[in-house]
């Protein structure tokens, strides 16, 4: 009977193969180690992370908390704006239901009432110029639409077209801004020629 004679190589080749498998296993499930000094080190920065975590969820709430307020006081605001506007009318208001029960009391006659009124409309112009209120200029100036409501024409040959001859009820500015157009009433000019009319 022959034996089979196994190679020098064949169980070498055989051990060769398996070795790297279970070498690769055994990386795969062995544990790291750190020394204390590393371990200490990740303990002390995984309390900082959690440390700055907290601070950051405190942050967003203190954020949250000022936004919600800072919306209370801007609704504040807008809702009472013009209360201090508000309590000087009511000064002016007051005037003039004295000056009116006054005239039917005393029988007062028209000319004195209507100093009474004048004062009033006097405080009123210097309450409205304090903020920053002022009626516009309007008469003799040119039509401006920004600035005017064209409510009426007049023919004029004496006047420039489009001057205004009179107002019809008064523009006012706002810190130089128009809160209301002056409605106003305007020339024209029949004998000048109109655009694209041959001279």
């Known amino acids: 009977m022959h034996e089979h004679i196994k190679e020098p190589g064949d169980n070498a080749g055989h051990k060769k193969d398996e070795a790297p498998k279970e070498e690769k296993g055994s990386k795969e499930n062995k544990p790291a180690t750190i020394t204390e000094q590393e371990y200490i080190g990740l303990k002390e920065e995984a309390g900082k992370a959690k440390e700055y975590w907290d601070r950051l969820l405190r942050l ?4 949250d908390n000022t936004r919600k ?28 239901e004295r000056t009116v029960e006054s ?7 028209v000319t004195a ?21 002022k009626p516009m200029e309007s008469l003799g100036k040119t039509f401006d639409p920004d ?4 409510l009426m ?17 008064k523009g006012y500015l706002l810190n130089e801004r128009v809160i ?10 029949t004998s000048a020629p109109c655009e694209g009319e041959k001279k």
Do not use: C, W
């Open 180 to 189: 209301r157009t002056a409605k106003v009433k305007v020339s024209k000019n």
């Open 147 to 150: 600035y005017h409501e064209a």
């Open 153 to 169: 024409q007049v023919e004029d040959k004496g006047l420039p077209e489009h001057t205004i001859v009179e107002e019809l009820q």
């Open 113 to 133: 009432f209507l100093k009474g009124v004048e004062m009033i409309l006097a405080h009123i112009y210097e309450m409205l110029k304090e903020h920053g209120v």
């Open 69 to 96: 307020r800072l919306e209370r006081e801007k609704q504040d605001f807008v809702k009472f704006a013009n209360e201090g506007l508000i309590l000087e009318l009511l000064n002016v208001l007051d005037d003039l």
């Open 60 to 63: 967003q709430a203190d954020f």
């Open 103 to 109: 005239a039917q009391s005393k029988h007062q006659d």
